[in-house]
């Protein structure tokens, strides 16, 4: 977890602790995205009442937190964090239960959503914030989008990953599907496969999966 500071920004993460609540966290860190995590109930409460705790700009809300109601726990982080937009996660989702959500000026998205994905969308929303988001690393001047897409390019280099592959990576940290994907690049479903297969064998993987590992393990590392 990063240092908290006393103006407001960067992002608060309320989920479960699991592996996905750790693969978003290290994917807003790696790009150089302000961010805490809450893992409980207990833990948001402690976080809103510290004096010195900077507001967030942007909360990621997942409405499966063990110990709360969906009905309790969107109303407490909207009067906690009452200028932070809020995003809710939730895997299963009624039409009647998002339009709830919306009206309570909360949009959501049906799990699992990519970790870069839900990088990129915090990155697109900190435009404007300015020093709400500043870069870990003393010194650096890059954007931090433009440092995402440094990170992206340098694991395809190191990866050797061929030009279908690229584009298939990048899609696919877009929120994409593989059906849609291979929509998007013109091929089969079955040849989105074979290139995640060839792309997890160069890191001595066998699907997908090892492949998706390996690029968050990559993204931790930097």
């Known amino acids: 977890m990063t240092g908290v500071h006393a103006e407001a920004g960067g992002v608060l993460l309320i989920s479960v602790d699991g592996p996905a609540g750790r693969s978003l966290l290290s994917a807003l860190e790696a790009a150089t ?3 805490e995590w809450a893992r409980s109930l207990d833990e948001l409460h402690t976080r809103a009442a510290r004096a010195n705790a900077s507001t967030p700009a942007l909360v990621f809300l997942d ?10 726990l969107v109303p407490l982080v909207r009067t906690y964090f009452p200028h932070a937009a809020t995003i809710a996660l939730a895997a299963e989702l ?7 959500l919306l009206s309570q000026g909360v949009p959501s998205l049906t799990k699992p959503v990519s970790p870069l994905a839900l ?3 915090a990155l697109r929303l900190s435009l404007g914030v300015g020093a709400a988001w500043p870069p870990r690393a003393l010194g650096a001047a890059r954007p931090p989008g433009e440092r995402l897409e ?6 395809a280099t190191d990866r050797l990953l061929s030009k279908q592959q690229r584009m298939i990576l990048r899609f696919y940290l877009d929120g994409r599907n593989d059906k849609a994907i ?4 013109g ?8 290139h995640w297969r060839r792309m997890a064998k160069k890191v001595g993987g066998a699907h997908k999966g090892d492949a998706i590992a390996d690029f968050h393990r990559y993204l931790a590392s930097v």
């Not at 291979?182 to 690049?185: D, F, I, K, N, W």
């Open 182 to 185: 291979a929509g998007l690049c």
């Open 63 to 72: 409405l499966e937190l063990p110990d709360a109601a969906t009905e309790q």
């Open 150 to 155: 440094s990170l992206v390019e340098s694991y």
């Open 33 to 35: 995205i302000r961010v």
């Open 119 to 121: 990088t990129g969308l």
């Open 94 to 100: 009624s039409g009647e239960s998002a339009a709830r």
């Open 187 to 194: 091929c089969s479903e079955a040849t989105v496969y074979e």
